[in-house]
């Protein structure tokens, strides 16, 4: 990281509650090629969460604590790191910071940094929505982005196209995306349901298809203007009904446990994928 810091925009984008399992039988069955596309291997990374809801996972993403391997082979290193004695996940690669906070941090280095939110927790609309946004320069939400819009995502990649569009040539960009598509209510995302048949495992597996067919637009702007360096990854996971459990903020195997990718988009080289009938 301390080589593409600076020569790389940054994109984070965080599919928020998306479960590995749905996200790993997806990608195996050709279910999501534009996500297949960039995924090392056409597959996902099975990680831990820093934290079973969305304020808890972001706090910690954006300080540095990305989902962490799910192998006891650690430490495992990470990408960025505030300068912190003692750190055992620290090495010659990562890219240390003195700010408490990764997009401070990265502004300081020079960075635009904007977030375009999706879940309440980014909705601006109170003390409590606003901690997240606010360690950004410039952040955006609108009740369009947000957990009951059935076009949530397209609206949010076409904020994204203006954010892009508008960017100085010369400064370097990092935007985190906090996607709501897969948050219930996601019943609407599954063909032929209705709002009495409420959302399940195969709505949220549905709502994942929906944003594989529109993230492509989201890689083309990205890495429009030069090499963009991308770390894909879910907060958190939900329930549906495992062992009587329903949603998240709880100790359970498929809220923790998460999939992961990072890679290079390289400038202009993205093109979308149709998704499959």
Known sequence: MRQIVGSHDLLLVTLDTLRFDVAEEL??????PNLAAVLPGGRWERRHSPGSFTYAAHQAILAGFLPTPATPDGPHPRLFAARFGGSETTEAR??????PDLPSALAAAGYRTVCVGGVGFFNKQGPLGSVLPGMFQQSYWEPEFGVPSPTSFEAQVACVEQVTAEQPPGQPLFLLLNV??????NWFHLPGATRADGDTRASHAAALEYVDAHIGRLFAAMSRRRPCFAIVCSDHGT???EDGYT???IGHEVVWTVPYAHFTLPTGSHQSHRSPA
Do not use: C
């Open 247 to 249: 949603g998240h903020r």
């Open 180 to 185: 709501s598509a897969l948050h219930q209510p």
């Open 239 to 241: 329930a549906y009904g």
């Open 94 to 99: 990562t890219w240390v910071f003195d700010t």
């Open 27 to 32: 990608a195996a069955a050709g279910r999501l």
